[in-house]
């Protein structure tokens, strides 16, 4: 299907479709085919849309159902730097933010390369899922991304490179949101973002090594560490959940001890169940009411709109 016809990817409620490097990225992702979107056939995502072989990141604008509280945030979706799930951890959750008043930006951030036929493709992710799987057996829940990442052979190299450039494209994204922070009717000191997953090492990267002024919180769900890199005195506050049967758990508690060993103030909450990815799906679960306790967060930071 090509760009043109996808209708997931330009929703109707958008106001504005942002492309972040018109003249072209300052780093690259080689050999990446074109975009093309696909439904997820299982999985707690089933029948939702991913996106994959992303070479040109956008902002998607939704503006505030009603009368909006003049703030902003990005939406960062995971997919492990391969995917994205646009769907339920990006223009679901935006849609939600936009019923409370706020203005969302979803973040399609560059992935690295994978097959442009579909049915290889997957083939290709099921091997990386027993792969994981195989790997994970004979050893205590990861501590680092890198130890799932090693578990399979020829990924390291081109995670890394992507990991690199979505950063870059998360720095870009806060810039811009800024940037048009009047025009959107919201305060460019209160812009915050929320990411899932790979969003969530996305957010967190770019916390630690923001290149600009600091965000003003992040919420990174069921992702994100610091890789042994200091925190930041000006780290902005940090909201995290995750699900004690997600194979990052671990993951997820230590960017939270890092933030709190720094004097940084983080608040995690850790679900029963709900397992890895669980987005704006309602699986009738404990992990179902991180919404509730994001907004309650949210609304204690007192953040100020125009």
């Known amino acids: 299907m090509r760009h043109a016809d996808w209708v997931t ?83 679901d959750v935006a849609r939600w933010l936009t019923t409370l008043g706020y203005t969302a930006f979803v973040l399609k951030y560059r992935l690295r390369a994978t097959d442009p036929d579909l049915q290889a493709f997957a083939a290709e992710q099921a091997a990386v899922d027993a792969g994981l799987a195989a790997g994970l057996t004979a ?88 890789r042994g890199a200091v925190v930041p005195a000006d780290a902005p506050p940090l909201f995290t959940a995750a699900a004690q049967d997600d194979l990052l758990i671990k993951i997820v508690e230590g960017v939270h001890a890092d933030w709190t060993a720094a004097n940084r103030s983080s608040e995690l909450h850790t679900f029963a169940r709900g397992a890895h990815g669980f987005g704006m799906v309602k699986q009738g679960l404990p992990s179902d009411h991180w919404t509730e306790l994001f907004i309650a967060w949210l609304d204690d930071l007192g953040l100020k709109g125009v």
């Open 139 to 226: 050893r205590m829940m990861p501590r680092a991304i890198g130890d799932l990442v090693s578990a399979i052979p020829g990924l390291e190299a081109t995670y890394l490179e992507a990991r690199d450039a979505c950063a870059d494209d998360g720095r870009r994204a806060i810039e811009l949101v800024r940037e048009h922070a009047e025009r959107f009717g919201i305060n460019a000191d209160s812009v915050g973002m929320i990411g899932f997953s790979a969003g969530a090492f996305l957010i967190v990267d770019v916390a630690l090594d923001p290149q600009a002024a600091q965000v003003a919180y992040i919420a990174p769900i069921y992702g994100g560490e610091t």
């Open 9 to 91: 990817l330009n929703p109707a409620d958008a106001i504005e479709i942002i492309r972040l490097w018109p003249e072209g990225p300052p780093t690259h992702i080689e050999g990446v085919p074109p975009e093309e979107e696909f439904e997820v056939p299982a999985g707690i995502a089933a029948g939702t849309t991913f996106v994959r072989n992303i070479s040109d990141a956008t902002l998607t604008v939704f503006g505030p159902q009603g009368a909006g509280n003049g703030l902003g945030i990005i939406v960062v979706p995971g997919g492990g730097w391969t995917i994205n799930a646009w769907t339920h951890e990006g223009i």
